[in-house]
């Protein structure tokens, strides 16, 4: 029986058969993975990180063309990652990115003080000299005589609860250019949901949209990041909405990239405060709509 003549061209490599060069990029800082135990000791791939490397990496792509989309701004660029972590974020982008930009700082806002430290140290030994940490909290920050007056991108990465809308007030303050969030849950809208449930009953059929407990907490999840998106487009940002990575990766996927355009969407507050009005959510206003 004739064998079947070998093919010419090789087989295509399965798209997993190197789970490191899948995930790294060239001229990446392997001592920074093996320092935030992205890589093993002896540079193996530690399989407990690969999901956040991932969701590290995507974000990173996201980011990577707005950092040359500052306008005025070419020889400096000051970015602030919100509730930072141990700054997996800020250091890849700065590994990645910005290391030989001499006007570039990242500046991390982390409250634990454990992981300010640590990142403050690695930092000094990596020799990241333009990043700075600071020990406090988003709400904080936004007067915190440490930081410029102007901002020009802004982060936050599973920021916890409404540290994601203070992230939201620290940018409307810092004049950021670019704000870009994949929000953690926040309760604080399910909540005041929850707390007029039986007035909403009374009020409008939507009220059967949170009726049962976990659509509260899904539901107010998701109408928060829309007003979240009308807040940003009331004060002039165009917003994208997409998905950070696959769903399989991680729950809160959620991504929301706000550039400043000059030009507010000019039915976004009245909107805002039309469903704020229509699912009993006014004790919110100050939250979404309030002076900034
Ligand atoms: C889920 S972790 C995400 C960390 C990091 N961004 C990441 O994705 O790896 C949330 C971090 O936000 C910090 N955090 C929570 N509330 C904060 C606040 N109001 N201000 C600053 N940091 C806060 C927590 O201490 C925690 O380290």
């Not at 079947?4 to 061209?9: G, K």
């Not at 407990?48 to 020889?75: A, N, T, W, Y």
Request: hydrophobic letters at 40%; one cysteine or more.
């Amino acid at each position: 029986m004739k064998r079947p003549t070998p093919s010419a061209t090789p087989a295509p490599k399965t798209a997993y058969a190197d789970p490191l060069a899948e995930l790294l990029r060239p001229g990446q800082s392997i001592e920074l993975l093996k320092e935030l135990h992205i890589l093993t000791r002896d540079g193996k791939l530690n399989q407990d990180s690969r999901r956040k490397l991932k969701q590290v990496f995507h974000l990173c792509q996201f980011i990577e063309p707005l950092l040359d989309e500052v306008p005025g701004r070419q020889d400096t660029l000051m970015l602030a990652d919100h509730g930072a972590g141990k700054s997996y974020l800020g250091f890849m982008l700065y590994d990645l990115f910005l290391k030989d930009r001499a006007g570039a700082h990242i500046y991390g806002i982390e409250t634990r003080d454990a992981l300010v430290e640590k990142s403050r140290e690695l930092a000094a030994r990596l020799g990241f000299t333009r990043m700075s940490f600071l020990n406090a909290t988003v709400a904080e920050s936004i007067t915190a005589g440490t930081l410029p007056a102007r901002i020009d991108i802004v982060t936050a990465l599973h920021a916890c609860n409404t540290a994601t809308d203070d992230a939201i007030r620290f940018a409307l303050a810092k004049q950021a250019r670019h704000i870009v969030l994949v929000p953690c849950c926040q309760a604080e809208v399910a909540t005041v949901l929850r707390k007029h449930k039986n007035e909403s009953f009374g009020k409008t059929p939507l009220s059967e949209i949170w009726r049962h407990p976990i659509h509260t907490r899904e539901f107010g999840s998701q109408l928060t990041n829309v007003l979240r998106c009308l807040q940003l487009e009331s004060h002039g940002y165009q917003v994208t909405v997409t998905e950070l990575v696959g769903w399989e990766h991680s729950m809160k996927n959620e991504l929301i990239i706000a550039t400043q355009t000059g030009a507010p969407r000019n039915n976004a507050s009245a909107r805002l405060r039309q469903i704020l009005q229509e699912l009993n959510l006014q004790e919110l206003e100050a939250r979404f709509l309030g002076p900034q």
